[in-house]
Protein backbone atom coordinates (compact mmCIF):
# COMPACT_ATOMS: atom_id res chain seq x y z
CA UNK A 1 0.00 0.00 0.00
CA UNK A 2 1.10 3.73 -0.65
CA UNK A 3 2.40 5.72 2.20
CA UNK A 4 0.63 8.44 0.92
CA UNK A 5 -2.47 9.04 3.25
CA UNK A 6 -5.79 10.60 2.40
CA UNK A 7 -8.34 13.11 4.46
CA UNK A 8 -11.84 14.51 3.83
CA UNK A 9 -14.11 16.10 5.59
CA UNK A 10 -17.20 14.65 6.64
CA UNK A 11 -19.94 16.25 4.04
CA UNK A 12 -18.54 13.11 1.94
CA UNK A 13 -21.23 10.63 1.28
CA UNK A 14 -19.76 6.76 0.15
CA UNK A 15 -22.10 5.00 -1.72
CA UNK A 16 -19.89 2.06 -0.28
CA UNK A 17 -18.80 3.10 3.41
CA UNK A 18 -16.07 0.39 3.27
CA UNK A 19 -13.91 2.58 1.30
CA UNK A 20 -13.38 4.66 4.69
CA UNK A 21 -11.25 1.71 6.27
CA UNK A 22 -10.26 -0.27 3.21
CA UNK A 23 -7.97 2.81 2.07
CA UNK A 24 -7.25 4.26 5.20
CA UNK A 25 -9.26 7.27 5.10
CA UNK A 26 -9.65 9.72 7.51
CA UNK A 27 -12.81 11.85 8.17
CA UNK A 28 -12.75 14.92 9.82
CA UNK A 29 -16.25 16.26 11.29
CA UNK A 30 -17.94 19.00 9.63
CA UNK A 31 -20.51 20.26 12.11
CA UNK A 32 -24.17 21.25 11.50
CA UNK A 33 -25.79 24.39 13.48
CA UNK A 34 -29.85 24.45 13.21
CA UNK A 35 -30.74 27.63 15.72
CA UNK A 36 -28.64 27.06 18.72
CA UNK A 37 -28.08 23.33 18.39
CA UNK A 38 -25.00 22.10 16.62
CA UNK A 39 -24.09 18.46 15.59
CA UNK A 40 -21.72 16.04 13.73
CA UNK A 41 -22.66 15.91 10.62
CA UNK A 42 -23.42 11.87 10.00
CA UNK A 43 -22.05 11.29 13.72
CA UNK A 44 -24.40 12.91 15.66
CA UNK A 45 -27.90 14.08 12.94
CA UNK A 46 -28.66 10.96 10.13
CA UNK A 47 -30.69 12.43 7.36
CA UNK A 48 -33.84 11.47 8.83
CA UNK A 49 -33.01 13.23 12.19
CA UNK A 50 -32.11 16.56 10.51
CA UNK A 51 -35.32 16.69 8.23
CA UNK A 52 -37.61 16.08 11.29
CA UNK A 53 -35.43 19.32 12.90
CA UNK A 54 -35.93 21.12 10.06
CA UNK A 55 -39.63 20.34 10.08
CA UNK A 56 -39.79 22.05 13.64
CA UNK A 57 -37.78 24.58 13.10
CA UNK A 58 -37.76 28.10 11.41
CA UNK A 59 -33.68 27.85 10.92
CA UNK A 60 -31.89 26.46 7.87
CA UNK A 61 -28.88 24.32 8.58
CA UNK A 62 -25.89 26.51 8.18
CA UNK A 63 -22.33 24.42 7.80
CA UNK A 64 -19.50 24.76 10.26
CA UNK A 65 -16.18 24.29 9.10
CA UNK A 66 -13.50 22.07 11.46
CA UNK A 67 -10.94 24.42 12.91
CA UNK A 68 -7.49 24.93 12.00
CA UNK A 69 -6.79 23.25 14.93
CA UNK A 70 -8.42 19.93 14.63
CA UNK A 71 -6.99 19.78 11.14
CA UNK A 72 -3.27 20.19 12.18
CA UNK A 73 -3.90 17.50 14.84
CA UNK A 74 -5.33 15.11 12.13
CA UNK A 75 -1.96 16.26 9.83
CA UNK A 76 0.45 15.90 12.85
CA UNK A 77 -1.24 12.73 14.23
CA UNK A 78 -0.87 11.33 10.41
CA UNK A 79 2.47 12.67 10.02
CA UNK A 80 3.67 10.24 12.80
CA UNK A 81 3.89 7.47 9.65
CA UNK A 82 4.14 9.64 6.45
CA UNK A 83 5.42 12.42 5.14
CA UNK A 84 2.90 13.04 2.29
CA UNK A 85 -1.03 13.90 2.47
CA UNK A 86 -3.81 14.28 0.05
CA UNK A 87 -6.62 16.26 1.93
CA UNK A 88 -9.69 16.46 -0.39
CA UNK A 89 -12.79 18.38 0.29
CA UNK A 90 -15.98 20.56 -0.62
CA UNK A 91 -15.70 23.06 -2.62
CA UNK A 92 -14.75 25.90 -0.92
CA UNK A 93 -17.34 28.78 -2.24
CA UNK A 94 -19.64 26.54 0.32
CA UNK A 95 -17.85 27.21 3.53
CA UNK A 96 -14.70 27.19 5.14
CA UNK A 97 -13.50 24.07 5.51
CA UNK A 98 -10.83 24.35 2.24
CA UNK A 99 -9.22 27.18 3.77
CA UNK A 100 -8.86 25.61 7.54
CA UNK A 101 -7.20 22.78 5.95
CA UNK A 102 -4.79 25.01 4.17
CA UNK A 103 -3.85 26.85 6.59
CA UNK A 104 -3.21 23.94 9.11
CA UNK A 105 -1.11 22.22 6.30
CA UNK A 106 0.94 25.55 5.79
CA UNK A 107 1.97 25.03 9.89
CA UNK A 108 3.64 21.96 8.92
CA UNK A 109 5.57 23.07 6.28
CA UNK A 110 9.21 21.34 5.91
CA UNK A 111 8.06 18.34 7.85
CA UNK A 112 5.39 16.55 5.79
CA UNK A 113 3.95 17.61 2.39
CA UNK A 114 0.13 18.13 2.45
CA UNK A 115 -1.97 18.81 -0.91
CA UNK A 116 -5.74 20.75 -0.10
CA UNK A 117 -7.61 19.84 -2.99
CA UNK A 118 -11.01 21.82 -3.16
CA UNK A 119 -13.09 19.20 -4.90
CA UNK A 120 -15.37 21.52 -6.61
CA UNK A 121 -18.28 19.54 -5.66
CA UNK A 122 -19.70 18.27 -2.35
CA UNK A 123 -21.61 15.05 -0.59
CA UNK A 124 -21.68 11.97 -3.28
CA UNK A 125 -19.81 13.75 -5.90
CA UNK A 126 -17.12 14.39 -3.16
CA UNK A 127 -16.88 10.81 -2.27
CA UNK A 128 -17.41 9.75 -5.62
CA UNK A 129 -13.66 11.15 -6.14
CA UNK A 130 -12.09 10.71 -2.90
CA UNK A 131 -12.64 6.49 -3.51
CA UNK A 132 -11.30 6.77 -7.16
CA UNK A 133 -8.34 9.31 -5.59
CA UNK A 134 -7.58 6.75 -2.84
CA UNK A 135 -7.53 4.15 -5.65
CA UNK A 136 -5.19 6.66 -7.18
CA UNK A 137 -2.64 6.79 -4.44
CA UNK A 138 -2.73 2.94 -3.43
CA UNK A 139 -0.62 3.03 -7.44
CA UNK A 140 2.03 5.76 -6.43
CA UNK A 141 4.44 6.49 -3.77
CA UNK A 142 5.25 9.97 -4.81
CA UNK A 143 2.70 13.04 -3.93
CA UNK A 144 3.48 14.67 -7.19
CA UNK A 145 2.32 12.20 -9.76
CA UNK A 146 -0.59 10.96 -7.53
CA UNK A 147 -2.05 14.65 -7.35
CA UNK A 148 -1.63 15.72 -11.38
CA UNK A 149 -3.44 12.40 -11.68
CA UNK A 150 -7.03 13.39 -8.46
CA UNK A 151 -6.71 16.79 -10.94
CA UNK A 152 -7.81 15.30 -13.53
CA UNK A 153 -10.85 13.84 -11.71
CA UNK A 154 -12.71 16.77 -11.06
CA UNK A 155 -14.20 17.97 -14.09
CA UNK A 156 -15.43 14.52 -14.48
CA UNK A 157 -18.13 14.87 -11.84
CA UNK A 158 -21.18 16.61 -12.44
CA UNK A 159 -24.45 17.53 -9.98
CA UNK A 160 -27.82 19.12 -10.96
CA UNK A 161 -31.09 18.83 -8.68
CA UNK A 162 -34.64 20.65 -9.48
CA UNK A 163 -35.97 22.51 -5.89
CA UNK A 164 -39.25 22.54 -4.84
CA UNK A 165 -38.92 25.53 -3.00
CA UNK A 166 -36.79 28.83 -4.17
CA UNK A 167 -36.07 30.16 -0.59
CA UNK A 168 -32.85 29.06 0.35
CA UNK A 169 -31.66 30.62 -3.36
CA UNK A 170 -33.20 33.71 -2.54
CA UNK A 171 -31.14 34.03 0.74
CA UNK A 172 -27.87 32.95 -1.13
CA UNK A 173 -28.59 35.94 -2.77
CA UNK A 174 -28.87 33.92 -6.21
CA UNK A 175 -32.35 35.11 -6.94
CA UNK A 176 -34.42 38.30 -5.71
CA UNK A 177 -37.36 37.85 -3.20
CA UNK A 178 -39.67 38.83 -5.81
CA UNK A 179 -38.93 36.59 -8.15
CA UNK A 180 -39.29 33.71 -5.42
CA UNK A 181 -42.61 34.83 -4.04
CA UNK A 182 -43.33 34.92 -7.98
CA UNK A 183 -42.14 31.18 -8.70
CA UNK A 184 -43.50 29.89 -5.67
CA UNK A 185 -46.95 31.58 -6.47
CA UNK A 186 -46.35 29.55 -10.19
CA UNK A 187 -44.87 26.59 -9.13
CA UNK A 188 -41.92 27.01 -10.60
CA UNK A 189 -38.92 24.47 -9.83
CA UNK A 190 -36.23 25.73 -10.43
CA UNK A 191 -32.51 23.76 -12.08
CA UNK A 192 -29.36 24.20 -10.24
CA UNK A 193 -26.21 22.97 -11.24
CA UNK A 194 -22.59 21.85 -9.49
CA UNK A 195 -20.34 22.21 -11.49
CA UNK A 196 -16.62 23.23 -11.20
CA UNK A 197 -16.88 24.42 -7.83
CA UNK A 198 -20.07 26.53 -8.85
CA UNK A 199 -23.58 26.71 -8.25
CA UNK A 200 -25.69 27.57 -11.19
CA UNK A 201 -29.53 28.30 -12.07
CA UNK A 202 -29.58 26.70 -15.50
CA UNK A 203 -33.72 26.60 -16.74
CA UNK A 204 -36.90 26.08 -14.99
CA UNK A 205 -39.60 23.09 -14.68
CA UNK A 206 -43.52 23.84 -14.13
CA UNK A 207 -44.12 20.31 -12.52
CA UNK A 208 -42.60 17.04 -10.86
CA UNK A 209 -42.65 15.26 -14.44
CA UNK A 210 -41.50 17.87 -16.58
CA UNK A 211 -38.44 18.02 -13.91
CA UNK A 212 -37.68 14.51 -14.47
CA UNK A 213 -37.86 14.80 -17.99
CA UNK A 214 -35.11 17.44 -17.70
CA UNK A 215 -32.98 14.86 -15.37
CA UNK A 216 -33.11 12.43 -18.30
CA UNK A 217 -32.42 15.09 -20.89
CA UNK A 218 -29.11 15.82 -18.59
CA UNK A 219 -27.90 12.12 -18.20
CA UNK A 220 -28.55 11.49 -21.70
CA UNK A 221 -25.62 13.71 -22.65
CA UNK A 222 -23.40 10.82 -21.23
CA UNK A 223 -22.08 8.28 -23.21
CA UNK A 224 -19.84 7.09 -19.76
CA UNK A 225 -21.12 6.90 -16.93
CA UNK A 226 -18.65 5.45 -13.79
CA UNK A 227 -20.97 6.37 -11.21
CA UNK A 228 -24.38 7.85 -10.32
CA UNK A 229 -26.45 8.25 -7.52
CA UNK A 230 -30.11 9.53 -6.77
CA UNK A 231 -30.32 12.17 -4.23
CA UNK A 232 -33.55 13.25 -2.92
CA UNK A 233 -35.43 14.76 0.27
CA UNK A 234 -37.57 12.33 1.90
CA UNK A 235 -40.93 14.49 1.33
CA UNK A 236 -40.47 13.27 -2.19
CA UNK A 237 -42.68 11.02 -3.14
CA UNK A 238 -42.73 7.27 -3.73
CA UNK A 239 -44.38 7.86 -7.11
CA UNK A 240 -41.86 10.38 -8.41
CA UNK A 241 -38.91 8.51 -7.59
CA UNK A 242 -40.49 5.07 -9.03
CA UNK A 243 -41.10 7.28 -12.21
CA UNK A 244 -37.31 8.77 -11.94
CA UNK A 245 -35.44 5.22 -11.66
CA UNK A 246 -37.86 3.81 -14.74
CA UNK A 247 -36.81 6.48 -17.03
CA UNK A 248 -33.37 5.85 -15.97
CA UNK A 249 -33.86 2.38 -17.23
CA UNK A 250 -35.17 2.95 -20.35
CA UNK A 251 -32.66 5.95 -20.86
CA UNK A 252 -29.70 3.62 -19.77
CA UNK A 253 -30.60 0.06 -19.94
CA UNK A 254 -29.92 -0.65 -16.70
CA UNK A 255 -32.41 -0.71 -13.41
CA UNK A 256 -31.65 -0.43 -9.79
CA UNK A 257 -30.59 2.62 -9.44
CA UNK A 258 -28.99 3.72 -5.75
CA UNK A 259 -30.90 6.58 -3.98
CA UNK A 260 -29.84 8.00 -1.06
CA UNK A 261 -31.84 10.89 1.37
CA UNK A 262 -29.12 14.31 1.19
CA UNK A 263 -27.65 14.93 4.00
CA UNK A 264 -27.23 18.61 5.82
CA UNK A 265 -24.24 19.35 3.01
CA UNK A 266 -26.86 19.55 0.24
CA UNK A 267 -29.55 20.94 2.54
CA UNK A 268 -27.81 23.86 3.36
CA UNK A 269 -26.87 24.50 -0.24
CA UNK A 270 -30.46 23.99 -1.52
CA UNK A 271 -32.84 23.44 1.42
CA UNK A 272 -35.19 20.95 2.52
CA UNK A 273 -36.85 19.79 -0.64
CA UNK A 274 -34.77 19.02 -3.91
CA UNK A 275 -33.96 15.92 -6.42
CA UNK A 276 -31.25 15.59 -8.14
CA UNK A 277 -28.69 13.28 -9.60
CA UNK A 278 -24.85 13.63 -9.32
CA UNK A 279 -22.91 11.69 -12.03
CA UNK A 280 -18.91 10.47 -12.24
CA UNK A 281 -18.13 10.38 -15.98
CA UNK A 282 -15.85 7.66 -17.56
CA UNK A 283 -12.56 8.09 -18.83
CA UNK A 284 -13.24 5.31 -21.69
CA UNK A 285 -15.92 3.82 -23.61
CA UNK A 286 -17.06 1.10 -21.30
CA UNK A 287 -20.84 1.90 -21.13
CA UNK A 288 -21.77 2.02 -17.22
Known amino acids: MSTIRIVTDGSALFLDPTVIQRYQITVVPVYVQIGTDVFRLGVDLDPDALFYRLQNSNHQPILLPPTVEEFYQVYDALNQSTTAIVSMHMFSQLGQIYKSALTASRMLLGRCDIAVV ?101 IGEFTNIEDMLILHSPYDTNENLHLLQDRLAAELGKSNFAMRVYDASIAALLGYDATGIVVLEGEEEEYF
Open 118 to 218: DSQTVSAGLGFLVHRAAEIISQFDQLEPAIKAIRRLLPRVYSVFYLRTMQTLAQRGLIGQAQTILGEMLGVMPFVTIEDGELTIMEKALSDAQAIDKLIEF
